[in-house]
Structures are given as structure tokens and as C-alpha cells.
Nanobody, 121 residues
Framework: QVQLVESGGGLVQPGGSLRLSCAAA???????????MGWYRQAPGKERELVAE???????RYGDSVTGRFTISQNNAKNAAYLQMNSLKPEDTAVYYC????????????WGQGTQVTVSS
């Protein structure tokens, strides 16, 4: 099994920045099978949506609403992923979940417990 632990959420004013971190821990074999790490988010009353994902080769993709403002990065040696969020908007308010996807799968296999991001003045 793999545990994903997020940190870095909080309250920020519109236009501000936050950086989320996620560290994977658990069975080494399971972590090795995890090809992609990423972030999803869910706002109250809305469906969960992709924020960003990155694979071990460094290829990334972003949700339409965050492209150009958010940047995902990783540290393969530490089995960690990071999400730099700039120019935050109130509509970015949500619970952000770190995810891990096993090689060959289309949807995340592992989910973190979530961290709250609130953008408000």
C-alpha cells in the first residue's frame, strides 16, 4: 500500500500564491509501480476535477482552469510532488488531493487525505 501525505494548504488572498507538497510512503514495490503523481481538487457542490499530473519522465498535463497559473513538479528520488499555485482566484478554493497512479492505469490508484485551500480577502 501507498500513503500520500499532503501539506501546504491554507488561507490566501486573491492574487496570492501557495505551494502544496505531497510525499509518498509505504511499500517500496508499490511506490515503484506508481508512474504518475498529481493533484485533483473538489469544491463544495462540485465534482472532483484534475488540477495537474506529472509522470516520472517529467511529462505533465493541467486542467484548463489552472493552465498558466499552476506548475507541477516532482522529485523522483524522494517520491514527492509539488504544486506551485500563483495568481490564485476565489474559484480555486477547494480541497486539494494528492494522487498516485499505477503504470498503465487511467485514473489515480492512491489518494491523500486532502488539504484545504481557501482563496478569500
Amino acid at each position: 500500500q501507498v500513503q500520500l501525505v499532503e501539506s501546504g494548504g491554507g488561507l490566501v488572498q486573491p492574487g496570492g500564491s501557495l505551494r502544496l507538497s505531497c510525499a509518498a510512503a509505504g511499500v517500496i514495490l508499490s511506490i515503484g509501480l506508481m508512474d504518475t503523481m498529481g493533484w485533483y481538487r473538489q469544491a463544495p457542490g462540485k465534482e472532483r476535477e484534475l488540477v495537474a499530473e506529472i509522470n516520472r519522465r517529467g511529462l505533465s498535463r493541467y486542467g484548463d482552469s489552472v493552465t498558466g497559473r499552476f506548475t507541477i513538479s516532482q522529485n523522483n528520488a524522494k517520491n514527492a510532488a509539488y504544486l506551485q499555485m500563483n495568481s490564485l482566484k476565489p474559484e480555486d478554493t477547494a480541497v486539494y488531493y494528492c494522487t498516485g497512479t499505477i503504470r498503465g492505469k487511467d485514473y489515480p490508484t492512491y489518494w491523500g487525505q486532502g488539504t484545504q485551500v481557501t482563496v478569500s480577502s
